[in-house]
């Protein structure tokens, strides 16, 4: 799996939320510089509270920012290295980057020479998935890592139906009253 090294000048071409430029945005100065972050979870992947404080600014409110498809293939590599039990949160994260992802639109796609090392890490991934569901009980990371295998096998719109499946109501069609089916609710608990 190909890794854009952390040292590679193009880091600062790949915007994340509250960072474009090659920098920081004025309203943001603490926007992390992503190869910064990685190279702590390198050093430590059971790191939570960093990988906690980096991922927000590569996926969030369903965009998937440009940094992140090179993070991505660093997210595998950490989910290697630690037990299965501990790699819950990378691979909900490694779902939300590839649901909301738009690897071919231009402010917010891929660049070309991480698609191979993106490629890669998504294909690597159901493996870990499939072991990692052996060790989870609690149905709330349950339903994110069956989301994360709707997303890497295409099905990025049953992916953010299970991520918001605790979101999902609507009006009632003769009443009018806005309905949260009893079934989903308990689904989402």
């Known amino acids: 799996m190909e890794l854009l ?41 059971r790191d939570l509270e960093t990988f906690q404080g980096l991922w927000p600014w590569l996926c969030s409110e369903g965009t998937t920012w440009p940094a992140a498809y090179a993070a991505l293939p660093y997210f595998v590599a950490f989910c290697k290295r630690v037990p299965p039990e501990k790699r819950v949160e990378y691979l909900i994260v490694i779902g939300l980057i590839v649901a909301d992802s738009s690897p071919d639109e231009a402010k917010l796609g891929i660049k070309d020479y ?12 159901l493996p870990l998935l ?7 009980n609690d149905s709330t990371q349950v339903r994110y890592l069956l ?3 709707a997303a890497i096998k295409g099905n990025c719109k049953l992916a953010n139906v299970l991520q918001n499946l605790d979101c999902i ?3 009632c069609p003769k009443c009018g009253e806005v309905v949260f ?6 689904a989402a608990r």
């Open 147 to 149: 989301a994360t295998i």
């Open 181 to 186: 089916p009893s079934e989903l609710q308990e």
């Open 114 to 125: 991480l698609r191979k090392g993106y490629a890669d890490g998504i294909s690597e991934t």
């Open 5 to 45: 090294p952390l040292t590679d000048p193009r880091w600062r071409e790949l915007d994340h939320r509250n960072w474009s430029g090659g920098k920081p945005s004025d309203w943001a100065p603490d926007a992390p510089f992503v190869p910064d972050e990685l190279a702590k979870l390198v050093e430590n992947p």
């Open 130 to 136: 499939t072991e990692t569901l052996t060790t989870v």
């Open 169 to 171: 109501e609507g009006n």
